[in-house]
């Protein structure tokens, strides 16, 4: 039978930061020493006593159908704390909604709010799934860049110049991944001065939001004067926790756009897992230490990775500010190589030293790769080792 695949489906491409580990991984079985910078997923274990609270939640018999399919109310009430705590805004448990990961929020907010053809204003380079779930949505992704940004950041000048009627959704995503920039208050504030009381949407991000280096200061969209009522905050325990294969993300905002997600959930997945909701809130709930521990680690790893990318001839790379990668422009080493733009660059890369890195064509950045450095302090030099080795 010929395979029988939506328009819909066919115009969307697979996640490429979930190849590039499964790519790894399967060299890796075959017995190759790969060095990987792909996925950007911490190599911390989940913090024991989450794990702790899981293996309670399970002997206490929480392996029912989770309710009510927006969260348990449990899980609900600390996100509304723990939004309180980090971010410095107000929601109440009917504001919230507790997903299979950040990545199934996003789906639904695109899902709840596009109709065919409707544009969501998204800055490049961008997290690789945001144009494909808004195509999968059948919404049109509309980019806006500025190349002259030092850090690739865009402004509120950028995003004005996109807007049309059919604009809907304005995605930001603060700190950025694969940039590693950190957005100021001020330049988040020129973009709410924009966008308030238009009838737009702003997707705001926010999961690296724990993960900021220096003295640098988290701002929360949504805790921009107006922006609550327009702002859907996306969030979720994977970086902040490690806690990456539990698969639970949350989302806050108008309360009309979260039912809508909630009914969309009802669905399609019913929601994470019981045990895991129970247990993500005990994350949120309980000590932070293990999170202001692993930040200062990545803080270290990053600042290790940029000086070692930057002592390669005709390497660039910005000193990472949060998340957890590096986005060094490859362009002027690519002849070295014998390549003629990342995709082929990150091939030849795990071809010929066994390196995994992330091209920045499905990033939108066609001369860039991203390189993580949630990995261990060893992979870090060694995979600069080769990767040095290969550019010299
Ligand atoms: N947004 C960004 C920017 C990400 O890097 C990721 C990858 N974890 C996600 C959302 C999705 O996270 P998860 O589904 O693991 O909660
Ligand atoms: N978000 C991580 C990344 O960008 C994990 C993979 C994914 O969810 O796509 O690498």
Known sequence: MRPLLSKRLNAVAPSATLAVTEKAAALRAKGVDVISFGAGEPDFPTP???????????????????????????????????????????????????????????????????????????????????????????????????????????????????????????????????????????????????????????????????????????????????????????????????????????????????????????????GPASFVQTAAAAALRGPQDDVAAMRTVYERRGERMAERLNAIRGVRCGRPQGAFYCFPDMSSVFERVGVHNADEFAEAVLDRVHVALVSGGPFGAPAHVRLSYSTSDAAIEEGLNRLSRLLA
């Open 48 to 270: 024991a006593h989450i794990r702790e609270a899981a293996l309670k939640a399970l002997r206490d018999g929480d392996t029912k159908y989770p309710a009510p399919v927006a969260g348990k109310t449990v899980l609900r009430t600390a996100v509304c704390e723990y939004l309180e705590r980090f971010c410095g805004t107000k929601y109440e448990p009917a504001d919230v909604i507790a997903t299979v990961g950040a990545k199934d929020a996003l789906y639904y907010a695109f899902a709840s709010l596009l109709d065919p053809g409707d544009e969501v204003v998204i800055p490049k380079p961008y997290w690789v799934s945001y144009p494909d779930q808004v195509r999968l949505a059948e919404g049109s992704p509309v980019f806006v860049h500025d190349p002259d940004d030092e850090l690739l950041k865009v402004g509120a000048r950028e995003i004005e110049s996109a807007l049309t009627p059919r604009t809907r959704v304005v995605v930001l995503n603060s700190p950025n991944n694969p940039t590693g920039a950190v957005y100021s208050r001020d330049e988040l504030q020129d973009i709410a001065d924009l966008l308030r009381g238009k009838d737009i949407v702003i997707v705001s991000d926010e999961i690296y939001h724990r993960l900021i280096f220096g003295d640098r200061k988290f701002t929360s969209f949504s805790s921009l004067p107006g922006m609550m009522e327009q702002t859907l905050v996306v969030n979720g325990v994977s970086k902040t926790f490690a806690m990456t294969g539990w698969r639970l993300g949350f989302a806050a905002g108008p309360r009309w756009l979260v039912a809508a997600m909630a009914k969309l959930q009802g669905q399609t997945t019913s």
